[in-house]
């Protein structure tokens, strides 16, 4: 019997202003899966604006039936993997983005411009390298990158 496909619910992040124009909308929605428990889904994208919150996170919902929406709730349990932005200000640097991302095992998507992009970095990568790497392309002007969600394991021990 062949594999069925995922099914995946819509979940809306409202989305607190941070200043005038950031960020862009006032809610976000990722794709969630269920975790076999109700009212918990499994995140399956990574967040342009949602901070918090990484890739394979549960989280708790709430439906809301006014609004016709699923609604995140809260965060119930960290899938090691961490959340990134990069802006590319300066096209040149891109390529060199792209294979840095690649080499650390990392997925992203990218928004319409192909400007901003949201990116997983997996629980088993090298963060603090990929983090140096990328500091250094800042240092240069050619982007800017945004840590929303960063997971204990990218975190430094404080031993």
Not at 20 to 26: L, N, Q, T
Not at 145 to 153: D, G, L, N, Q, T
């Amino acid at each position: 019997m062949p594999d069925r496909p995922e099914k995946l619910f819509k979940v809306s992040f409202d989305l607190p202003p941070e200043s005038i124009d950031w960020p862009p909308v006032a809610v976000e929605t990722l794709w969630a899966a269920k975790t076999g428990r109700k009212l918990e889904l499994e995140v399956r994208n990574t967040p342009f604006y949602v901070n918090g919150i990484a890739f394979g996170d549960i989280i708790r919902v709430t439906p809301d039936d006014e609004r016709r929406e699923i609604i995140f709730e809260e965060r119930l349990a960290a899938s090691g993997n961490s959340t990134i932005r990069i802006l590319i200000k300066n096209d040149t640097f891109e390529s060199l983005i792209e294979t840095a991302l690649k080499d650390f095992g990392c997925d992203w998507e990218m928004e319409s411009s192909g400007r901003l992009w949201a990116v997983n970095v997996p629980a088993e990568a090298d963060y603090p390298t990929l983090r140096e790497i990328l500091g250094a392309q800042v240092d240069k002007d050619g982007i800017a990158v945004a840590e929303a969600a960063v997971s204990e394991a990218h975190t430094p021990s404080s031993a």
